[in-house]
């Protein structure tokens, strides 16, 4: 199993960034994916869930209304389109493999500084 994050950066308040995680090793269209985050000095919390068939996601209330999560099952792959970004969203963000077995990539970081 191997997910892998790109697409993070340094971008200014406001801005947007549009995050991917590449999945290989088992068959991504069988299992709900999760994006986390965890900024310095914090505990890594969820921001973002999707289904297996990309019918149902879930937010945290911290980024409702900004961030979209999404999938592509053919070509393996989760993103997640953040929009009007804020400084606090600055953390190194993880996608999660869900299941009984759960999966994690090595993290992109994003910066929101002006």
């Known amino acids: 199993v191997q997910l892998v994050e790109s697409g993070g950066g340094l971008v200014q308040p406001g801005g947007s960034l549009r995050l991917s995680c590449a999945a290989s090793g088992f068959g991504f269209s069988n299992y709900a994916m999760s994006w986390y985050r965890q900024a310095p000095g914090k505990e890594r919390e969820l921001v973002a869930y999707i289904s297996i068939a990309g019918g149902r996601t879930n937010y945290a209330d911290s980024v409702k209304g900004r961030f979209t999560i999404s999938r592509d099952n053919a070509k393996n792959t989760v993103y997640l389109q953040m929009n009007s970004l804020k400084p606090e969203d600055t953390a190194v963000y993880y996608c999660?493999?869900?299941?009984?077995?759960?999966?994690w990539g090595q993290g992109t970081q994003v910066t929101v500084s002006s």
């Open positions: 999660r493999r869900n299941g009984n077995i759960a999966y």
